[in-house]
């Protein structure tokens, strides 16, 4: 921003008479860098004109403009500013227009309406009633609570991971939950990373020090980590959403912690900045997608105006509304079962009444007159986070469910409505260590078998073959799923998600690859902010005629052998007796017609599907003959990376060329890699 040094400088160099003009960015209103000048052309130096253009201005250069006159004289008494929004008129109409309008400009505002308000920001569209609240001595802090910036990692890939990819009994021990910011969520956005805090951050902290010499970014502002408050996520394209801040979280330097004073109701608090009143005046800042804590820490607020208890009513009902939304959420922390038609759009609806409600009551909150009428309407931003699913997307969320129930990490019961109903969680307390709708018994850790009267059969071995004459195939165990869920409608389900994902039966679904099959939808919704972590792994041959599916947490040093023994091999010698009972009635075959031309095709694509086959064994053993220990802490992108050859994804590939080259040499499978001299 060289464009503040000129300006200062042209100040300098047109004293002690003259004037300053200059066309430089808009983000001198109100971008934070530019405070300094701001309080000058708003105090010592007034400036006398302002016109906002928009682009289109300085030849290309790709940025909103503004013109600037300022005299080089001290002013002495409150000055008027002309204040212009010229980004509606056409570029080519400008020229003559703002020569018009500088003959008899109008549009004044006093600088001192800016002078009260943080950082100075030129709101010259806002009405002084809105301004003018800045002049009420009450603040956010330190009046009621405290608003912190988190600490950084300095290698997120190092140390942090999603939910899913940990065991859920390292959840709460060596991996706690870290608040990332995320996307616009307000009331409750659970957060679906982990962070490596291992004898409270030692990695981490030694990490930061041998970086910059310090851990101090680390740990920032740490006193507020692992207490029960609200946050927000500094960047959002969409505005402020304040939410809850679960007990037992790390703050990031992406989210902000608002940490409510001794005695002051989080519930009450939240209500009122979860409000439109709060967005709106959060807009005097400027519109950017990052909203700095000291816009926040200055939002003038009194929460002893107001009826505190019908807000608090509100605000718990709005918090448990987006709250059960999450336990439709598959990865979800509080997750329980796949949404009913209609039931997101209900939910919804509850939420835009609480929010409207919520801000006719929180008027007085912020001081704010009967007669001023908000420009936008923060309620209408509901439906941004919180969507109905469409026909489709519903079931595509339906089959994942069912994998997840066929390999014993959803809970059928549940749908089967042989379960209680399930209570989530208090919103303030800890995440739970697996999501509420998993299989799990009373210590809520996962369970290793069928608990007694179950009414599924689980692949706990964590492998699902595609192969229509297996026991273990996965459209089998699909159908089992939808039997045991939805009784008297699986046939109809199965038949409608044909006809609606464009497949002719389940099993293309599960065999393709590319958009629109299982594998690319299952790796788009297990991935997060640049992370991708599928637990559901698709080993597949050359030319798909054979797959299986593995269970990313049932991952162990002998599974691929026990991959290879009781379903590879098996299949192969399957297939090889078929060949030989082809070539036996070829040889047998008295009709030397189009018969025996036919059982000689059939031979050539016999023989095919066996080379395919052996290939498929081959890639398998060079896997499984690395006797790699799988360790869950490295993660999805380490741990899939040996398997790179049969695995239908680049990723794969690419990580495991980085590991050959000495890359992630914190990790167990880089230290293995090195001990048998495979690394480069």
Same mark, same amino acid.
């Given at each position: ?17 003259? !004037? ?37 201005? !300085? ?11 300022? =005299? @080089? ?31 008899? =400009?109008?549009?004044?505002? #006093?600088? +001192? ?11 010259? %569209? ?41 065991? =859920? ?38 990490? #930061? ?11 920032? @502002? ?13 960047? &959002?394209?969409?505005? *402020? ?13 992406? #989210? ?47 929460? @002893? ?9 509100? #605000? ?9 939304? %999450? ?32 801000? $006719? ?30 026909? +489709? ?6 089959? +994942? ?36 709708? !998993? ?31 297996? *026991? ?72 798909? /005629? ?9 991952? /162990? ?31 047998? +075959?008295?009709? @030397? ?23 498929? %064994? ?14 869950? $802490?490295?993660?999805?992108?380490? $741990?899939?990376? =040996? ?24 990790? &167990? ?12």
């Amino acid at each position: 921003d060289y464009f503040l040094s000129f300006i200062d400088r042209g100040r300098q160099l047109s004293a002690p008479i003259g !004037m300053v003009g200059a066309v430089v960015p808009n983000r001198l209103l109100d971008a934070k860098k530019a405070r300094s000048i701001r309080n000058t052309l708003s105090s010592s130096w007034m400036a006398s004109l302002i016109v906002d253009c928009g682009r289109d201005v !300085m030849d290309d250069a790709a940025v909103d403009a503004l013109l600037v006159v300022a =005299p @080089s004289t001290v002013a002495t008494t409150d000055q008027m500013c002309f204040f212009l929004n010229a980004k509606t008129i056409a570029p080519f109409e400008r020229p003559e227009y703002l020569s018009q309008w500088v003959k008899r =400009p109008d549009g004044q505002r #006093a600088l +001192s309406d800016f002078q009260q308000i943080p950082g100075t920001p030129f709101a010259y %569209e806002k009405p002084r009633e809105l301004l003018h609240l800045w002049r009420n001595p009450h603040r956010l802090e330190p009046d009621l609570a405290t608003v912190a910036t988190g600490g950084k990692t300095f290698d997120d890939e190092r140390f942090l991971r999603l939910r899913w990819e940990v065991s =859920p009994q390292a959840c709460g021990d060596r991996w706690l939950s870290v608040d990332t910011g995320g996307d616009y969520q307000p009331w409750v956005s659970p957060s679906v990373f982990t962070e490596d805090w291992e004898n409270e951050g030692k990695a981490v902290r030694e990490n #930061a020090i041998a970086r910059h010499g310090t851990s101090a970014q680390v740990m920032q @502002s740490s006193k507020l980590w692992f207490k029960a408050g609200l946050a927000y996520p500094y960047t &959002s394209s969409i505005g *402020f959403g304040p939410r809850i801040f679960p007990k037992g979280t790390i703050l990031s330097t992406d #989210a902000i912690a608002i940490s409510p004073n001794r005695g002051i109701d989080r519930l009450v608090l939240l209500g009122a900045l979860a409000t439109s009143w709060a967005g709106e005046l959060l807009t005097v800042f400027g519109d950017h997608r990052k909203t700095e804590n000291s816009s926040v820490k200055s939002l003038p607020i009194r929460l @002893s105006e107001g009826d505190t208890q019908k807000i608090r009513q509100l #605000a718990e009902t709005a918090v448990r509304h987006v709250q059960w939304v %999450e336990s439709l959420r598959e990865n979800s922390p509080y997750f329980i079962r796949p949404s009913k038609e209609g039931e997101v759009t209900t939910l919804a609806e509850v939420l835009r009444r609480v929010q409207r409600e919520l801000d $006719n009551l929180c008027r007085r909150m912020f001081s704010i007159s009967s007669g001023y009428h908000l420009n936008v309407d923060h309620g209408a931003l509901i439906p941004t986070f919180i969507a109905e699913p469409d026909k +489709s997307q519903h079931l595509v969320l339906l089959l +994942s469910y069912c994998v997840g129930a066929a390999v014993g990490r959803w809970d059928i019961r549940v749908l089967a409505n042989q379960e209680p109903e399930i209570q989530l969680p208090d919103v303030f307390a800890c995440l739970p260590l697996c999501p509420p709708g !998993m299989l799990q018994g009373t210590d809520g850790i996962p369970l290793a078998k069928s608990p007694d009267g179950y009414p599924l059969r689980i692949a706990w071995n964590g492998i699902l073959v595609d192969d229509p004459e297996h *026991f273990d195939d996965i459209v089998r165990y699909v159908r089992d799923v939808l039997e045991a869920g939805w009784k008297g409608r699986a046939e109809a389900i199965e038949k409608e998600a044909c006809e609606i994902l464009g497949i002719k039966e389940l099993r293309d679904y599960f065999r393709r690859t590319a958009a629109g099959g299982f594998w690319g939808d299952h790796v788009k919704r297990y991935s997060k902010s640049h992370r991708k972590a599928p637990i559901y792994w698709l080993l597949q041959s050359s030319k798909k /005629n054979y797959a299986f599916w593995l269970y990313y947490h049932r991952l /162990n040093k002998d599974l691929l052998f026990k991959a290879l023994a009781n379903y590879v091999e098996p299949k192969i010698q399957r297939e090889t007796n078929r060949l030989d009972e082809m070539r036996r009635q070829k040889q047998t +075959s008295s009709d @030397s017609g189009s018969k025996v031309k036919k059982i000689g095709k059939d031979i050539e694509r016999q023989e095919d599907l066996i080379s395919e086959l052996r290939d498929f %064994e081959d890639k398998l053993r060079r896997a499984a003959n690395l006797c790699l220990v799988p360790d869950l $802490n490295d993660g999805v992108v380490l $741990n899939i990376a =040996p398997l790179h050859e049969l695995v239908p994804w680049k990723e794969a590939k690419n990580y495991w060329e980085e590991l050959l080259e000495g890359k992630y040499e914190w990790s &167990s499978i880089g230290n293995q890699l090195r001990q048998k001299g495979i690394v480069k």
